[in-house]
């Protein structure tokens, strides 16, 4: 053989290997995905979804479980939502390039990488026990809000950056202010970039289960909340409970556990692709 | 400018200072309380002695079998996710098809975005028990396990980031090499990589930094037991699951326990602070170069 | 443009066969088309050309922008494979040999025909890696072989006695015009017969420019070089023979002199004294 064909050959089997890697991820999250499905599909009924955990596996539900993740989600995306645009507006329109922008920038990108447990003990320290809301779904919403700040912060940036500076031109030149200019034209022009990062910025939220745990969220919550003062428990916390315990029959309940979260978190992203996609389109004008 | 510009300007700017106050909230937290921990105990100690049993009635404030069992489980995830995230990178932006590419790159993210708690599920219930076929040595509670899961979680981040630092290789390079009769193969691997480079430690840099600070999946499959160990078939603990650990026992508010997670806090920050730093400021330089 | 569309149609289709009929050289052709047709999707690029073009020769192609002189110098180390609509018709032949043959070997052909491109493209190595990187790839291994390769390459591209004592310093730290020559010396390393350049010197001062032409010269004498060129200018002071282009049509093709001063077709008349293009 000649070089040239030895090193066709290489470039061959990188090209199935590069298939192999690719579709390797892919597939274990499939396989795994339908193993937990055959475990756990058969659990999930009307029980099981409106039961209070207990001590025996076949009597316990997610009913506090999936309530609690969905006040978290409302009372985060209130938070989160507000504040993470208006400081992506501000720093993509207003902040002048120079010292102080270039901290927030260099900040953001660093709060993005704090892990998410640490959230837990600043959660801990400031809302639980300096704000004493105690290991409430208040306290907890806020501690993910700080956590996902970033994430809507930085897609927010991007989307407005997508925006045709000859967009807030003809508004200016209309008379328009900065603000009358954002809010009419900048604003609804992002607007789907920005759901976008918020959805999977608040998907991410409902998935997280340590910061949660670090500021006092019980596993056990024999009530449904029903204000934000409540203590709670959510989705992941107890199905990390029911994965922590000795018994197999727990196990199912897990699985059934992990089908709902799953089904939410692929359903969010789902959106998000699709509103991206989109949107992308739409601002190729 | 009407005064209505200026309060709404106002407001904005306080939303983005609320990023800085977490910033400071986060250090003067785990800094006020660190001290108060490094009162009772040394320094000295915390950074030089071998066990950690904060829990136990004979107890002893050694940071190194957390940060051990740290560092082993995200350099398994990282062996996993950096031959494997690379590869795909360069399948995807040199040899893939495009219609091969739009379909497969949103399904590698989506391994980024399922719950953490759903892959320490994986880990214990599928991964140890198809481990311990090949291994029957290994401990249900593994650092193996949980890493091989942890590398699969942050395969797409690699991917992805490498992928586009790939993509900003100039295409005249590309065509430089084609043109003197270099196969993709070579291509990628003699000049795209090398010229790339940059960016690619970057993805890595913040890999590692992401798997240093995952929780769900190593307090679920790596165990609770601190242990200077490079075995990978034992249990250990991360600072991470130590963290998670004492959040769910009854340990008092303002005890020396309930210190030691500030102090434990503390040093995983610091970890993951200099990592995201280093990256950032490799990203700035390499962003100027291409420009 | 609708008078333009009409010449078009009315007087070139002739002339060509002509010529290619009475004018043959005896000499066999080094690079030989017959009929060639380039699609970009459903665009079709380059329309219905042959040409023949004689060993250790300059010969350019001209055009206005878009014309598809590039398209079709690339046709000729199958640069164009890459693009995935590409699709071609018709046969090109290097020495005879039909280089988009099913046994070719692409990177067998791009050993033979060597490329240089409008903007330098170093890489980010070293001088000597960039040289050497055409033999490396190959499995060359041997430091000595790979010493003499790259001052026997430098020294072709006239470029040892600037860089000899430099030659670990990144190859981007040279200048416009050096950088260039190091792809020059790059694409002679692997040792071809044909040089294909598009554009050299289209990102380089005027005296870069006119080191890269003088060189041209001096290659010429152990290669067959085509230059694809915005200037008609320097196509007059390399070029043995030239090609105009237009619409994907080869216009005209002759002795650069007898293109630049008495072109047999209008629409060549008009370009080369630049009323359009």
């Known amino acids: 053989m000649t070089n040239v064909q030895i090193n066709r050959l290489k470039d061959q089997a990188f090209k199935y290997t590069g298939i192999f890697c690719t579709l390797i991820g892919i597939v274990l999250l499939a396989i795994f995905t339908g193993s937990i499905l055959m475990d756990g599909l058969s659990r999930i009924d009307w029980q099981f979804l409106t039961s209070l955990p207990s001590r025996r596996a076949e009597k316990a539900g997610i009913l506090t479980a999936w309530s609690g993740t969905l006040w978290i989600f409302g009372l985060t995306a209130l938070i989160s939502i507000p504040i993470g645009v208006a400081a992506g507006i501000y720093l993509e329109e207003y902040s002048k390039k120079g010292r102080l922008s270039s901290i927030l920038e260099v900040n953001i990108t660093n709060l993005a990488g704090v892990p998410s447990v640490i959230y837990g003990i600043l959660g801990l320290a400031i809302f639980v026990r300096t704000l004493h809301f105690g290991g409430s779904l208040l306290a907890g919403s806020f501690t993910l809000s700080l956590l996902i700040l970033p994430i809507i912060i930085v897609s927010t940036r991007e989307a407005i950056k997508a925006v045709p500076s000859s967009l807030r031109e003809a508004s200016f030149g209309m008379g328009a202010t900065k603000w009358q200019t954002i809010s009419y034209q900048v604003l609804p022009a992002a607007g789907g970039g920005i759901a976008t990062g918020i959805i999977l910025a608040l998907s991410r939220a409902i998935g997280e289960a340590a910061p949660l745990i670090v500021i006092g969220a019980l596993a056990y919550v024999p009530f449904v909340a029903k204000t934000p003062m409540d203590d709670f428990t959510v989705l992941p916390i107890q199905i990390f409970n029911w994965v922590s315990r000795p018994d197999p029959a727990f196990l199912v309940n897990a699985a059934a556990g992990i089908i709902i979260l799953l089904g939410i978190t692929f359903l969010m992203n789902g959106i998000a692709v699709w509103l991206r996609h989109r949107w992308q389109k739409k601002m190729n004008w | 400018m009407k005064i209505s510009e200026k309060i709404i300007e106002g407001g904005l700017f306080s939303s983005a200072v609320i ?108 991964v140890t028990p198809f481990l311990k076929n090949i291994f029957p040595e290994i401990d249900t509670f593994n650092a193996l396990s949980a890493g091989l899961v942890m590398g699969v979680m942050i395969i797409p981040m690699v991917s992805s980031l490498s ?35 940059s960016g ?45 650990q004492v959040s769910l026992g009854d340990v008092a508010h303002g005890s020396i326990e309930y210190r030691t997670i500030f102090a434990a806090g503390l040093t995983l920050f610091a970890m993951t602070f200099v990592l995201n730093n280093v990256s950032f400021f490799i990203r700035k330089k390499y962003q100027e170069k291409y420009d | 443009m609708s008078t333009l569309t009409m010449e078009k149609k009315t007087h070139f289709a002739e002339p060509i066969k002509n ?226 282009f237009y619409l994907g049509n080869l216009v005209e093709f002759d002795k650069t002199k007898k293109i630049f001063t008495n072109p047999k077709q209008e629409l060549t008349e008009r370009y080369i004294t630049g009323r359009f293009g």
Request: charged share 20%; aromatic share 8%.
């Open chain 2, 19 to 126: 990023t800085i106050l977490t910033t400071i909230g986060i250090i003067w937290v785990l800094l006020s309380q660190s001290l108060v921990f490094f009162k009772d105990v040394s320094i000295w100690e915390f950074l030089t002695s071998t066990e950690w049993t904060p829990l136990f009635t004979k107890k002893s404030y050694g940071i190194l079998p957390l940060i051990s069992g740290t560092m082993l489980t995200t350099l398994i995830a990282v062996a996993i996710a950096l031959p494997l995230g690379l590869c795909i990178a360069i399948y995807l932006s040199e040899y893939a098809p495009r219609k091969f590419r739009d379909i497969f790159k949103p399904m590698l993210e989506v391994l980024a975005a399922v719950p953490t708690v759903v892959y320490g599920f994986f880990a214990l219930t599928v």
């Open chain 2, 163 to 197: 992928e586009d630092a790939l993509f900003a290789v100039p295409k005249s390079l590309r065509e430089a090499s084609y043109g003197m009769g270099a196969t993709r193969l070579q291509t990628s691997f003699k000049v795209l990589v090398p010229a790339a480079s």
């Open chain 2, 200 to 244: 690619i430690i970057v993805s890595v840099i913040l890999a590692f930094a992401r798997a240093i600070g995952e929780t769900m999946i190593v307090a679920i499959a790596a165990g609770q037991m601190p242990n200077l160990t490079a075995n990978p078939l034992a249990a250990v603990e991360t600072i991470t699951a130590y963290i998670v």
């Open chain 3, 19 to 244: 010529m290619s009929d009475s004018k043959k050289k005896p000499s066999i052709a080094k690079i030989s088309t017959n009929n060639v047709n380039v699609f970009y999707g459903d665009n079709k690029v380059i329309k219905d050309v042959s040409i023949e073009i004689q060993e250790k020769s300059v010969t350019a192609f001209i055009g206005p922008s878009g014309c598809g002189k590039s398209t079709f110098l690339r046709l000729f180390n199958r640069m164009n494979d890459y693009i995935e609509t590409f699709r071609k018709e018709g046969d090109i032949c290097i020495d005879g040999k039909d280089i988009y043959g099913k046994k070719v070997m692409v990177e067998e052909l791009r050993k033979m025909v060597g490329m240089v491109f409008q903007k330098p493209n170093p890489f980010p190595k070293s001088i000597y890696e960039n040289v050497a990187f055409g033999l490396r790839i190959q499995g060359i291994k041997k430091r000595a072989v790979l010493d003499e390769a790259v001052e026997h390459s430098l020294r072709q591209a006239a470029l040892w006695e600037e860089v000899k004592d430099q030659l670990n310093k990144s190859a981007l730290a040279l200048s416009g015009g050096q950088q260039q020559r190091v792809c020059i010396a790059r694409a002679l390393a692997v040792g071809p017969s044909v040089l294909l350049m598009d554009e050299p010197a289209s990102a380089l001062d005027p005296i870069a420019t006119s080191k890269v032409e003088e060189l041209i010269h001096q290659l010429k004498e152990k290669y067959t070089i085509v230059i694809v060129t915005h200037n008609m200018q320097q196509a007059g002071r390399v070029s043995d023979k030239t090609a105009f």
